[in-house]
């Protein structure tokens, strides 16, 4: 029986230039008929779930190690007489370094595999971490120093999500991407749960160098069980062969990106995570300050963990929130809208209470619904790269991070101007607000969830016979 099947959003990448053989035995037709998922070997699903488990510890001590600074911050700022603008300065510096590595990571990514890259960068950000006490004492003007080694740091930790985004979309079937996203996302809330009650109760006892040491040399630990168990002692190595000619992905063309970046879903999902990754960043660098200023006889652990507590369940909710929406046969279209309105729309409206909020448990209450709802963009937009274009995931995801990561700096910095210039917290948390109700409108009204990695003018049609 000959059934005429037309290519669509579920043919192979047109963009991808890749070369069409003649139809074999059974009347399949060559290049164009083979799947995605015939080029890239899924993990089955034991192997996947061992993976999971690495990788969200993988990002929870990530955290640590990016939240020990603004941890620390208050201690370090009292210690070498940092005024507000140069504690900004030296919190929004990471995200500086944030920008530059985050489509390099995901290029390499695609070209050579995501773990190398996660091994490679943990080790070295993880050992940075370590050696940031050292650069403080030993430098005759910390802020220089300090502002140095934020910046390194977000150079090296740079390539994590993009290399997340390229192994999930290599390596994981999209009936459980959303899962796999979302959890290893909560790790970033894990991570600075565990900072914030871990570290803050170091930081009264050991003073704030114990927290760079302890988390950067649990990092490093991390970054070799995973060389030793996982990749079974392979040394990652990266070469200009293996990107030049090696890869799990295939070249994309210059004139290829420029058509992908024309498409207004991708616009959309990009403007769109700039401004959810802004408002994080700002809340996760200036959240410890606010409370110490706001309520300065709080104790440290409850506002530095309470949030993050709420934070992991809701995480792994919005993963298997969206798995079912497409288990249910609902359109990937509604299930990146509905779970984009939760975290950008909701999440929103408990910022603006904090606007008005006097009591210290109030305060928590609001933070922890703001974290909570936050966090079902990792289901949402996070996967919603993956479904656009899965040829390049790594990289535009990249894209998207360097985006964010940019309008991070200046929210970070322009944060700590606006709290010097106004007195007022309700500045700053009217802003983020603005800055997610403008991400949830433009993903509302051109995001798609339909693959445009493929050039759909040139779908065609072949006989395969059952």
Request: hydrophobic share 45%; aromatic share 12%.
């Amino acid at each position: 029986m000959a059934i005429l099947q037309k290519h669509g959003k579920n043919s192979s990448p047109d963009l991808v230039c890749l070369k069409e053989t003649p139809p074999d035995k059974t009347g399949v037709a060559g290049g164009h008929q083979k799947k995605w998922s015939e080029q890239n070997t899924n993990w089955p699903r034991p192997l996947a779930r061992i993976w999971t488990v690495v990788l969200l510890l993988g990002t929870c001590l990530l955290y640590c190690a990016r939240v020990a600074m603004p941890i620390c911050a208050v201690s370090m700022a009292e210690k070498f007489k940092w005024t507000k603008r140069e504690q900004g300065m030296v919190l929004g510096s990471f995200f500086w370094g944030y920008c530059f590595t985050q489509v390099l990571g995901g290029y390499v990514s695609d070209r050579v595999g995501g773990e190398k890259v996660l091994l490679l960068s943990a080790a070295a950000w993880g050992a940075m971490t370590a050696f940031t006490p050292v650069l403080a004492h030993f430098c005759s003007q910390p802020i220089f120093s300090m502002t140095l080694a934020r910046f390194l740091m977000g150079l090296l930790q740079g390539v994590h999500y993009p290399s997340l985004a390229s192994l999930c979309s290599q390596k994981v079937v999209e009936s459980e991407r959303g899962f796999l996203m979302s959890t290893v996302g909560s790790g970033s809330y894990l991570g600075t749960l565990v900072i914030g009650g871990a570290g803050s109760l170091m930081l009264d006892l050991y003073g704030w160098e114990s927290v760079f040491y302890l988390s950067g040399l649990l990092s490093v630990l991390w970054a070799y069980c995973m060389w030793k168990y996982l990749l079974k002692g392979e040394g990652p190595i990266i070469t200009l062969e293996s990107l030049g000619n090696g890869g799990p992905q295939p070249k994309l063309t210059k004139r290829h990106w420029l058509r992908l970046f024309k498409q207004p879903a991708v616009c959309a999902v990009i403007i769109t995570h700039l401004c959810t990754a802004s408002t994080f960043f700002t809340l996760l660098s200036w959240l410890p300050t606010y409370f110490k200023d706001t309520f300065p006889d709080a104790k440290g652990w409850v506002f530095n963990v309470i949030p993050w507590f709420v934070a992991i369940p809701s995480s792994l909710l919005s993963g298997c929130l969206s798995d079912h929406l497409i288990s249910q046969g609902k359109a990937a279209d509604v299930k990146c809208f509905f779970i984009s309105f939760f975290s950008m729309g909701v999440s929103s409206v408990f910022t603006l209470l904090l606007c008005g909020t006097n009591t210290f448990p109030t305060a928590v209450a609001f933070v922890s619904a703001t974290m909570g709802f936050t966090t079902f963009s990792h289901s949402g937009v996070s996967v919603n790269v993956q479904d656009l274009a899965p040829s390049c995931a790594g990289a535009l995801f990249g894209v998207m991070n360097t985006c964010g990561a940019f309008s991070g700096v200046l929210m970070v910095y322009f944060s700590g101007y606006l709290i010097e210039a106004t007195g007022s917290w309700a500045s700053v948390f009217a802003l983020i607000t603005v800055v997610n109700l403008v991400g949830l409108v433009t993903f509302l009204a051109f995001a798609e969830a339909r693959r445009v990695d493929i050039d759909t003018s040139k779908a065609r049609y072949h006989n395969i016979h059952i």
